[in-house]
């Protein structure tokens, strides 16, 4: 069975318990439940997590389910490189990479589009720089951008920066292709 690794940019671990059905919150705890029916490995990175937005018990889930994540406020405070080699030490021992990005990662001034918003959240730019890095790698087999509100956004902020994430992500490949856009 091939080891699949899911690399989410999310200020939340979605690992919530699902009693009552599936959530936004609940479906990073629902693959890890699927993994364990199946006997495959559960692999999951959360990168942006804030510690106001998870409940202790999120944590203890996270632990729990051997999920490995990196604080935002060490994403803005920290060494590129340090995080770079928690990305590496993820990947390398992944054969393909599912890559998703929650916009309520991002800093309010640039996501103000979601359902919960983040005055302290990342910057697009380092967001940017870690995808690429990530795709480098070759592994990455899926990649989406969810939890984007129109409802809540402002003059399609929101939108645009999703619109722009993708362009990136397209790019990049094509780049490694050798194609152009």
Avoid at 47 to 56: A, F, L
């Amino acid at each position: 069975k091939p080891k699949i690794g899911i690399i989410n940019f999310d200020a939340q671990f979605d690992i919530r318990p699902y009693p009552n059905g599936g959530t936004s919150g609940t479906m990073f705890r629902q693959i890890a439940d699927v993994c364990k029916e199946e006997d495959m490995d559960y692999s999951y990175l959360c990168i942006g997590i804030q510690k106001h937005s998870n409940t202790v018990d999120l944590f203890k889930t996270a632990d729990r389910l051997g999920a490995s994540y990196i604080l935002a406020k060490d994403i803005k405070n920290g060494s590129s490189w340090n995080l770079l080699e928690a990305i590496d030490k993820f990947m390398i021992s992944q054969d393909h990479i599912y890559m998703t990005i929650c916009a309520d990662v991002f800093s309010t001034a640039y996501a103000p589009g979601v359902s919960a918003t983040q005055p302290l959240g990342l910057e697009p730019d380092k967001v940017l720089n870690f995808m690429k890095y990530i795709l480098k790698s070759k592994k990455v087999v899926s990649f989406d951008i969810a939890e984007v509100s129109p409802r809540f956004d402002k003059d399609n902020t929101t939108a645009n920066l999703a619109a722009v994430l993708i362009f990136s992500v397209i790019n990049t490949i094509s780049k490694m292709n050798n194609l152009s856009i």
